[in-house]
């Protein structure tokens, strides 16, 4: 199955889990294409000051790896600056939030897999 790249909707969420601004997601593929295994694969995009505010994570784990832009995650209290390659898994029961305190676009893609 191909999926160009128009055929891909952007869906913008506000104040994500109380993080500020608005995120665009880009979903690489949808419920029954993750086959149980996962909640979400998608590409965010967050512009100056906009993210995802901290939560945890119960029977899952998310994966961010980043492809453009500086994003700052917080894993588990603690905050880190990523760059493109660079990615962060919050384990099961962890938490995490995603901030872009940049100038320049962030892009992440982000994998949420199922216990």
Do not use: W
């Not at 993080?19 to 694969?41: I, M, N, P, S, T």
């Not at 384990?91 to 995490?96: R, T, V």
């Amino acid at each position: 199955m191909i999926k160009k790249a128009t055929d891909i909707e952007a869906v913008v969420k506000a104040e994500m889990l109380g993080g500020k601004g608005e995120v665009v997601f880009h979903h690489l593929a949808d419920k029954e294409q993750l086959l149980d295994h996962a909640r979400l694969f998608s590409i965010l995009t967050l512009e100056k000051g906009c993210g995802i505010g901290y939560h945890t994570h119960t029977g899952e784990r998310e994966f961010f790896y980043v492809l453009q832009g500086t994003p700052t995650v917080n894993d588990n209290g603690t905050e880190y600056v990523l760059h493109p390659g660079d990615s962060a898994m919050t384990e099961i029961g962890g938490g995490h939030s995603i901030e872009n305190r940049a100038e320049e676009t962030a892009r992440v893609l982000a994998l949420i897999m199922l216990q």
